[in-house]
């Protein structure tokens, strides 16, 4: 912390309360410890003076919420670094030809957004599947002698 701020930990809890409110625009969470409202107050304070959340963390974060609103199982995107956004994706399974088209916020496939490609792998096949090694993005392992 900078010199300017004041300890967050010599601060009680009343003005913890205050400070909190004032960076958030907020009262904190009803049943906050001491401890919530020091990392509440102290990342505002880190965020002004170094930067927050790049794009592709908060955009994760996003999906995760809305995974558990959705009552669906959180989970965590890799990132897709190794598709360049625009890449068409070929694979054909049971006689049928399907593309699916890299986004830069995911995945297009029968126009509809998609998260991961081993969703979209679930969808096409109706068994889980891992989607970069079902769309041979993986190589096979070796098999040992």
Same mark, same amino acid.
């Given at each position: 912390?900078?010199? +300017?701020? %004041?300890?967050?930990?010599?601060?009680?809890?009343? =003005?913890?309360?205050?400070?909190? *409110?004032?960076?958030?625009?907020?009262? %904190? %969470?009803?049943?906050?410890? *001491?401890?919530?409202?020091?990392?509440?107050?102290?990342?505002?304070? !880190?965020?002004?003076?170094?930067?927050?959340?790049?794009?592709?963390?908060?955009? !994760?974060?996003?999906?995760? +919420?809305?995974? #558990?609103?959705?009552?669906?199982?959180? $989970? &965590? /995107?890799?990132?897709?670094?190794?598709? =360049?956004?625009?890449?068409?994706?070929?694979?054909?399974? =049971? $006689?049928? /030809?399907?593309? +699916?088209? #890299?986004?830069?916020?995911?995945?297009?496939?029968?126009?509809? #957004?998609?998260?991961?490609?081993?969703? &979209?792998?679930?969808?096409?096949?109706?068994?889980?599947? =891992? $989607?970069?090694?079902?769309?041979?993005?993986?190589?096979?392992?070796?098999? +040992?002698?």
């Amino acid at each position: 912390m900078n010199q +300017v701020e %004041p300890d967050l930990a010599g601060l009680d809890l009343g =003005n913890l309360h205050r400070r909190w *409110r004032a960076a958030h625009g907020n009262p %904190p %969470p009803p049943r906050a410890g *001491r401890e919530l409202l020091e990392l509440g107050v102290g990342w505002h304070l !880190q965020t002004k003076a170094h930067g927050g959340l790049d794009r592709a963390t908060r955009e !994760q974060i996003a999906a995760l +919420v809305e995974d #558990v609103r959705e009552g669906r199982e959180p $989970g &965590i /995107t890799k990132s897709r670094s190794y598709l =360049n956004p625009g890449t068409t994706l070929v694979r054909e399974w =049971n $006689g049928r /030809t399907y593309q +699916v088209q #890299v986004l830069d916020t995911g995945y297009l496939f029968e126009n509809r #957004v998609w998260r991961s490609l081993s969703e &979209i792998a679930r969808e096409i096949t109706g068994a889980r599947w =891992n $989607g970069p090694k079902f769309f041979g993005l993986r190589q096979k392992q070796k098999e +040992v002698a």
